[in-house]
């Protein structure tokens, strides 16, 4: 299956399938540093909370449910943790190549489960995420991962720029 996120300005993003609005992703301030809020559909808004201000790191609550974790690395790959009711999911966001903004979600065996490829529309400035899903991917919290990993993405670029 294959979904999109698609920038409706530059501070919202919209999570797209079968050309119906799943989510949306809404940054506060002009850049994209601050940490955005999040809509789905189906479960209502999101909060996310950081552990400290000089740390990458998030965590994103459903209420006091704690959903999702995002564990920034040195090399550039994020460990996110996707906890369910009964069980807790680890991946791993991993950049394919230094060329092209094309990146893949593994699980904890190394096996791809997403192709996220990025395409950036210079006639418009806005930039479109195609997810590709690999294999038939299930979960209740899909596409707050789904939005998470746009978040990271952009969130990596930044920090290359910076370095530049």
């Given at each position: ?12 993003y ?34 996310i ?64 489960l ?25 979960s ?25």
């Open positions: 299956m294959e979904y999109f996120v698609m920038a409706e300005s530059c501070n919202t919209n999570l797209i399938h079968n050309h119906s609005v799943l989510g949306e992703m809404n940054y506060k301030g002009w850049f994209n540093v601050n940490y955005p809020s999040f809509f789905i559909n189906d479960s209502g808004n999101f909060i909370k950081k552990p400290s201000i000089w740390k990458s790191n998030f965590s994103i609550y459903n209420g006091n449910q704690k959903i999702l974790s995002a564990i920034f690395q040195w090399n550039g790959s994020v460990h996110l943790k996707l906890y369910d009711e009964s069980k807790t999911e680890v991946f791993k966001l991993k950049r394919k190549s230094i060329w092209k903004s094309n990146y893949s979600l593994l699980n904890e065996e190394g096996k791809e997403l192709f996220i490829s990025c395409q950036y529309q210079w006639k418009i400035w806005k930039t479109k995420y195609c997810i590709q899903e690999n294999t038939t991917f299930t209740n919290n899909k596409e707050m991962l789904y939005l998470t990993l746009i978040h990271c993405i952009i969130n990596l670029k930044n920090r290359a720029a910076a370095v530049a």
